[in-house]
């Protein structure tokens, strides 16, 4: 189904949700100056780290507001900002103050629970599959579930845990390898979703989103195996390899949302696509393009999509409506040479059953006169004279209804007609007919006259020794092929025949072709399909 206006295929943004994306941004602007404030005042974080962290934070804040602004009515946008926030929200366990501290625990990885779901989402904004909803939610239980279970018995003291209820090291040890390693295993998977939705990508954003889906790979990696790593890193080994992976990854975190902006900056190539579908004439794929993807629900893009669908509309009318006049007139071409077969045979029977018999009712009147004529000599010699022309009258009479459509030809068909033509020819001829059954009388008429007309032309002006006739059907079309081995060097616009045989040929849908090079003989071949085309 083709909408008749794209546009509609786009729901109008609200505006709560524009209120609530800003003001998301408006609280990760204040979470990032205070997390900024509790990584300086904590001391134990490097220039680089804090500086990284901060550029994280506030560039996840920047896209989702870039995000909202090009595509309001995508929810990837809001998401992109929930990420900068709970980024910034993981390092309250920075502060020293009870109460934020506890809560900082918490949200420890909230961060990674949010981009799953982005990474998942995008660029839809939305889950539309059940795995996709099981990996998100199995991102979100081992994030929140498990940091409460391992919050709730860890003692911390340096600042103290206020949502402690028991000090249980190994208890709280085990729910964090249990986020861990459901950490792990829900990267997997995303990476596993992420390699599945590029191999089976057909829609534009398979190239337009490179970027985005590379460096999401890489993260998700890079998580995957740190996490592993840590969950099985025995006690008291240097964590190495995980420190190189940890870092690994917040680099990839970090460059993530500018790959995100470059993904929707290089979206702007759309008309190149839509030029391509627009060619190919590929209305569902258009209209996939955005009522399916929200990577296209933006005032720039829509816009060029409205024009690009108005031309689609009427490029495919204009091509029907030429289609259905090409096809009516091959089929009127069609039908006015299968009138003028018809007139053919009306006329020869015409002279066969009517001018013929009374010529010779006439000459066998005169006969009886002639026998009963006694004693006037010069009356029987005019007698005898008029009985002779009267009998080359009929003759010219056969012989003209015998050109204008041959009885055998009728009665037998072409295979049988062209034999009978044959015996009178005054050269060898070597005839060969394949799979011909009997075909409709215009088929049948059309090919014996392109045979009868090289024939005659290669007596009159080849000089030829030989002549091959080849007929056969194959792949639903009649093949008539006449060769020589005459003078050659003849061009099918040189003679009116062979002109006028081919325009017949040509209006039941077939073609007829001369070559031949001088010195070399002629080929005279025609197609004719078996199938006539029909007016739509």
């Given at each position: 189904m083709y909408p008749k206006d794209l546009a509609a295929t786009?729901?109008?943004?609200?505006?709560?949700?524009?209120?609530?994306?800003?003001?998301?941004?408006?609280?990760?602007?204040?979470?990032?100056?205070?997390?900024?404030?509790?990584?300086?005042?904590?001391?134990?974080?490097?220039a680089f780290d804090t500086t990284l962290s901060e550029t994280t934070g506030f560039l996840f804040l920047t896209a989702g507001a870039i995000a909202h602004l090009r595509r309001p009515a995508n929810p990837t946008g809001l998401l992109i900002a929930l990420v900068g926030v709970a980024f910034f929200l993981e390092d309250l366990k920075l502060s020293r103050t009870p109460l934020v501290y506890s809560i900082g625990l918490l949200v420890s990885s909230a961060s990674s629970a949010l981009t799953a779901h982005l990474v998942?989402?995008?660029?839809?904004?939305?889950?539309?599959?059940?795995?996709?909803?099981?990996?998100?939610?199995?991102?979100?239980?081992?994030?929140?579930?498990f940091a409460v279970g391992q919050v709730l018995f860890a003692n911390t003291p340096q600042v103290r845990n206020v949502l402690m209820i028991r000090d249980e090291p190994a208890l709280s040890g085990l729910f964090a390898r249990l986020l861990m390693a459901v950490?792990?295993?829900?990267?997997?998977?995303?990476v596993v979703l992420l390699v599945y939705r590029w191999l089976a990508g057909e829609l534009p954003q398979r190239h337009l989103l490179a970027p985005v889906l590379s460096i999401a790979l890489f993260g998700a990696a890079t998580s995957a195996l740190g996490a592993a790593f840590a969950a099985v890193r025995p006690f008291g080994t240097a964590p190495t390899l995980g420190t190189v992976l940890t870092v690994a990854f917040q680099v990839s975190f970090?460059?993530?949302?500018?790959?995100?902006?470059v993904g929707v900056l290089r979206s702007e190539v759309g008309p190149a696509e839509m030029t391509r579908l627009l060619v190919e004439r590929d209305e569902e794929a258009l209209?996939?393009?955005?009522?399916?993807?929200?990577?296209?629900?933006?005032?720039?893009?829509?816009?060029?999509?409205?024009a690009a669908a108005v031309l689609v509309r009427d490029n495919q009318r204009l091509t029907a409506e030429l289609e259905a006049r090409l096809a009516e007139v091959q089929a009127s071409r069609a039908r006015i040479v299968s009138a003028g077969d018809a007139e053919r045979r009306r006329l020869e029977r015409d002279l066969h059953d009517g001018a013929q018999q009374r010529l010779v009712a006439v000459v066998l009147g005169l006969r009886i006169a002639r026998r009963q004529l006694n004693g006037d000599p010069a009356t029987a010699s005019v007698l005898d004279s008029t009985i002779t022309e009267l009998l080359a009258a009929v003759d010219d009479l056969r012989r003209l209804a015998a050109g204008i459509r041959p009885p055998?030809?009728?009665?037998?068909?072409?295979?049988?007609?062209?034999?009978a033509l044959l015996e009178r020819t005054p050269i060898p001829v070597d005839f060969t007919a394949e799979n011909v059954p009997r075909l409709?009388?215009?088929?049948?008429?059309?090919?014996?006259?392109?045979?009868?007309?090289?024939?005659?032309?290669?007596?009159?002006?080849?000089?030829?020794?030989?002549?091959?006739?080849?007929?056969?059907?194959?792949?639903?079309?009649?093949?008539?092929?006449?060769?020589?081995?005459?003078?050659?060097?003849v061009d099918i616009d040189s003679g009116s025949g062979l002109r006028t045989l081919r325009d017949r040929v040509r209006a039941l849908g077939g073609e007829?072709?001369?070559?031949?090079?001088?010195?070399?003989?002629?080929?005279?071949s025609a197609t004719i399909p078996l199938a006539r085309p029909t007016a739509l």
């Amino acid at each position: 189904m083709y909408p008749k206006d794209l546009a509609a295929t786009v729901t109008q943004p609200s505006r709560a949700r524009t209120t609530l994306v800003f003001t998301v941004v408006g609280i990760g602007l204040v979470m990032g100056v205070t997390a900024g404030v509790f990584k300086i005042d904590d001391g134990s974080h490097s220039a680089f780290d804090t500086t990284l962290s901060e550029t994280t934070g506030f560039l996840f804040l920047t896209a989702g507001a870039i995000a909202h602004l090009r595509r309001p009515a995508n929810p990837t946008g809001l998401l992109i900002a929930l990420v900068g926030v709970a980024f910034f929200l993981e390092d309250l366990k920075l502060s020293r103050t009870p109460l934020v501290y506890s809560i900082g625990l918490l949200v420890s990885s909230a961060s990674s629970a949010l981009t799953a779901h982005l990474v998942v989402a995008f660029p839809h904004g939305v889950l539309r599959s059940r795995w996709e909803r099981v990996l998100v939610a199995a991102a979100y239980v081992a994030v929140f579930g498990f940091a409460v279970g391992q919050v709730l018995f860890a003692n911390t003291p340096q600042v103290r845990n206020v949502l402690m209820i028991r000090d249980e090291p190994a208890l709280s040890g085990l729910f964090a390898r249990l986020l861990m390693a459901v950490g792990a295993a829900v990267s997997l998977g995303i990476v596993v979703l992420l390699v599945y939705r590029w191999l089976a990508g057909e829609l534009p954003q398979r190239h337009l989103l490179a970027p985005v889906l590379s460096i999401a790979l890489f993260g998700a990696a890079t998580s995957a195996l740190g996490a592993a790593f840590a969950a099985v890193r025995p006690f008291g080994t240097a964590p190495t390899l995980g420190t190189v992976l940890t870092v690994a990854f917040q680099v990839s975190f970090c460059l993530w949302p500018l790959a995100f902006l470059v993904g929707v900056l290089r979206s702007e190539v759309g008309p190149a696509e839509m030029t391509r579908l627009l060619v190919e004439r590929d209305e569902e794929a258009l209209a996939d393009l955005v009522a399916g993807d929200e990577v296209w629900k933006h005032t720039h893009s829509l816009e060029t999509l409205n024009a690009a669908a108005v031309l689609v509309r009427d490029n495919q009318r204009l091509t029907a409506e030429l289609e259905a006049r090409l096809a009516e007139v091959q089929a009127s071409r069609a039908r006015i040479v299968s009138a003028g077969d018809a007139e053919r045979r009306r006329l020869e029977r015409d002279l066969h059953d009517g001018a013929q018999q009374r010529l010779v009712a006439v000459v066998l009147g005169l006969r009886i006169a002639r026998r009963q004529l006694n004693g006037d000599p010069a009356t029987a010699s005019v007698l005898d004279s008029t009985i002779t022309e009267l009998l080359a009258a009929v003759d010219d009479l056969r012989r003209l209804a015998a050109g204008i459509r041959p009885p055998i030809l009728t009665e037998a068909g072409p295979i049988a007609a062209v034999r009978a033509l044959l015996e009178r020819t005054p050269i060898p001829v070597d005839f060969t007919a394949e799979n011909v059954p009997r075909l409709d009388a215009t088929t049948e008429s059309t090919a014996y006259f392109v045979v009868t007309e090289a024939v005659t032309n290669t007596l009159k002006h080849a000089r030829a020794n030989k002549i091959l006739i080849d007929f056969r059907v194959c792949d639903g079309t009649l093949r008539v092929e006449v060769t020589d081995n005459g003078a050659g060097g003849v061009d099918i616009d040189s003679g009116s025949g062979l002109r006028t045989l081919r325009d017949r040929v040509r209006a039941l849908g077939g073609e007829l072709t001369m070559s031949g090079a001088t010195g070399s003989g002629t080929t005279v071949s025609a197609t004719i399909p078996l199938a006539r085309p029909t007016a739509l």
